[in-house]
């Protein structure tokens, strides 16, 4: 896999005019037609692994990028693997921005198959502080007690991908992105920069959003599908009970289950949360046992095909969420 070195480039505008300057006299003076001031230089390809990285791909390039998302829309990602296509139009981008953390286990293999010709490759959580998958020590011991445990469990490993959930740690993303898009593309450099700010902006205010609506709770325990939202009850100061590990698919035992229930039950939780990508067989399960009902809380793996028609994103999606969370956790 190519590597770059992300290095802060900025050209100067100075540099910009008298390159331009010397660009028209020299077609002036050859008799060659100016190019037409409404034209630009070729965007660049950006290649991102699915929603998230699509989404800040979009918002920090801006009209200088042309994005493309390889995990279709309605697909959950945990175990996409790209197809021969899929490889063929991932060479041709010139970056592939990706979350790394072990999400996307074929990023290595495919970057291999394409060889050296093929896009500079960014993992958007080099340099983020990650936290490990929280696990009951009745599920470690199932996991050794039953040969036939769920091949998927660990997956990932001990380490949790879903940083994109947490605002502040989003917006490093976002700052790595901006990075590389300005090392391949350093005229515009300053485009970049630009959007940057108005995105981690934009992600300051949600994360006040959160803060604030997440004070003054009756509860702090929620009950999720999955352990996607571990850096958000990070942030906000929340406790979550998952019924499936990292991976969505990964079922826990009935012995697991029987635990989990009596959790629940404990902390008086009224709400258990699914996700719309994946089935939410146990989620209405585990409610039906404890009383609860079911509510939607949105990991912001990917859209719906819905939410992609109605013109949905991450910050409508993180929206709904919060309004969901207090709801569930009878916040004033």
Known sequence: MRHRRHLPFRLPLLAIFAAAAIALVSACASGATATPSGSQAAKLEVAASFYPLEYLARRVGGDRVTVRTLVPVGVEPHDWEPTARDIVDLRAADLLVYNGLGFEEWV??????????????????????????????????????????????????????????????????????????????????????????????????????????????????????????????????????????????AEPSPARLAVLADQVRAAGVKYVFFEELVSARLARTLAEEVGARTLVLNPIEGLTAGQAAAGEDYFTLMRQNLTNLRLALECT
Request: hydrophobic share 40%; aromatic share 4%; with cysteine.
């Open 108 to 249: 290595d293999r495919a970057m291999e198959s394409i060889g050296a010709d093929g896009p500079v490759a960014l993992d958007a959580s080099a340099n983020i502080r990650a936290r490990e998958e929280a696990r009951a020590p009745e599920e470690a011991e199932d996991d050794h007690a039953d040969d036939h445990a769920d091949d998927h469990a660990d997956d990932h490993g001990p380490v949790d991908p879903h940083v994109w959930l947490d605002p502040i740690r989003y917006g490093e993303q976002a700052e790595a992105i901006a990075a590389a898009l300005s090392e391949l593309d350093p005229a515009n450099a300053g485009v970049y920069e630009s959007n940057l700010h108005d995105l981690l902006r934009d992600l300051t205010a949600l994360d006040t959003e959160f803060s604030r609506g997440l004070t003054g709770c009756q509860r702090q325990v929620i009950v999720t599908a999955h352990d996607a939202f571990g850096y958000l009850v990070e942030r906000y100061g929340l406790e979550e009970l998952s019924i499936a590990g990292i991976a969505p698919d």
